[in-house]
């Protein structure tokens, strides 16, 4: 009578069973933070008077919000995640070999189905998308997971949500989690863990999946969780980690498990879908989204800045001219995924159509860098928040969607949708 969620932690709590409400010890497998939450995580450390971690193997840091280093303050940050990773002798990922971390320890095959993850970063809840627990949390408990491998938490409740049917043409991952937001509000599945079913979840690849998982803290949730299925088991045996494949360890939720709530959605209702100013619940389908002219276009972030959103961004660009009253930045998100978009060719279609394509980092994003907006200025990005000033000025305006309505309006210098492009498919390239 368990959920996916309540097994995986039963499990790392050594309990035989669990119930929403428990506060359990859990033993975690990932410890991760940042150049931005790591040197905070990092002096909580060492205020515990240990001196080592409890796993260095288990330990990864990653320098992603603002890498390459845009000023000095950010090189201090970056400096003390190195320094610390070299003493412990962590998983460390410098710039030139890293990306952003969301995108980066599944590709590197660092998480699995099954484990329990913490990050000290809320997206930390992308790795749902294996089949795993993964929740972001504060700086100070990361400081003792890292010194202990051990948790507190309150077992949080589950809400099932279903797809059924079949997706419309261009409609991802992104249009899926915008539409349940949407639906349920920021705080619709608060400290709740959200757990993705039907048959359009099925058939949705990876990427969609990773997209999902990520933006499951937008809803309030603890962690988004994907079933394992053969999906999940091609990813995870084409990413093995450097020490060699490991086997999966999968959970499935009990048939008559006791969800808190369960939603169900038809597919084929699910439009390309864009989240206006200044909530990721503020969503409207495309065919409402009216005449919104726009500044700056980011194609990217740890939401979608995998290879298959820049295959989708490509297909739509191809050949075409970026509006000239439109910046567009294209951000893959990893060195992996350069790599491979460069050998596809794909950097040379976002060239050519005008868009700057930079090294992987979060940067826009938060409003790091590398596209932070002006008052007045409205950008559309496949990030995850668009609360007041996330990018830059308090009096500029995020818009959020998925990559085939970003690539479609960077082209049309306004919110539009990929139909409007006639050089385009009526479908997702790798959905």
Not at 64 to 86: C, E, G, T, V
Not at 148 to 172: A, E
Not at 241 to 268: H, K, L, M, Q
Request: aromatic residues 6%; proline residues 7%; glycine residues 10%.
């Amino acid at each position: 009578m368990a959920t996916v969620a309540e097994k995986i932690l039963a499990a790392h709590a050594g309990r035989e069973n669990i119930s929403p409400g428990d506060l359990v010890n859990v033993s975690v497998d990932v410890v991760m933070a940042n150049d931005i939450t790591g040197p905070l995580s990092i002096k909580e450390f060492r205020k515990l008077g240990v001196s080592r971690v409890f796993d260095p193997g288990k330990v990864v840091m990653v320098p992603d919000h603002f890498i390459p280093n845009k000023d000095i303050a950010s090189a201090i940050q970056a400096k003390a995640l190195r320094d610390f990773s070299r003493e412990q002798g962590l998983v460390y990922f410098e710039a030139g070999r890293a990306g952003i971390e969301h995108v980066l320890l599944p590709e590197q095959g660092l998480v699995s189905p099954g484990q329990v993850i913490v990050g000290a970063d809320s997206h930390t809840c992308t790795y749902g998308a294996l089949g795993a627990f993964a929740t972001g949390m504060g700086s100070t408990d990361i400081a003792v997971a890292m010194a202990t491998g051990d948790i507190w938490m309150k077992v949080p409740p589950t809400i099932k949500f279903v797809f059924h049917g079949q997706l419309q043409p261009w409609v991802g991952g992104k249009d899926l989690i915008l539409h349940i937001i949407g639906d349920i509000g920021i705080d619709g599945a608060l400290y709740a863990a959200m757990e993705f079913h039907g048959e359009a979840i099925t058939s949705l690849n990876m990427d969609g999946r990773f997209t999902m998982a990520n933006m499951a803290i937008e809803a309030g949730a603890k962690a988004g969780i994907f079933p394992v299925d053969a999906a999940t088991e091609a990813y995870v045996a084409a990413h093995p980690p450097t020490s060699g494949p490991r086997p999966i360890v999968s959970y499935t939720t009990d048939t008559d498990a006791d969800y808190s709530r369960v939603i169900e959605y038809n597919a084929a209702d699910v439009e390309p879908s864009v989240a206006f100013p200044h909530l990721p619940s503020n969503v409207k389908p495309l065919s409402q989204a009216g005449t919104v002219p726009i500044d700056q276009v980011v194609i990217g972030s740890c939401t979608n800045g995998r290879l298959g959103d820049l295959r989708i961004a490509a297909e739509i660009l191809r050949g075409q001219t970026i509006h000239p009253d439109v910046r567009c930045i294209v951000i893959p998100g990893s060195q992996r995924v350069y790599g491979d978009a460069l050998d596809e060719g794909l950097l040379r279609v976002f060239v050519d159509a005008g868009a700057v394509v930079s090294t992987p980092t979060c940067g826009p994003c938060l409003g790091g860098y590398m596209g932070v907006l002006a008052p007045g200025e409205r950008c559309l990005s496949t990030t995850n928040r668009n609360f007041v000033g996330r990018m830059g000025s308090p009096q500029s305006e995020v818009y959020l969607a998925g990559p085939a309505v970003a690539a479609a309006s960077a082209i049309a210098g306004r919110i539009a949708g990929p139909a409007e492009q006639p050089s385009t498919t009526q479908e997702v390239p790798g959905r």
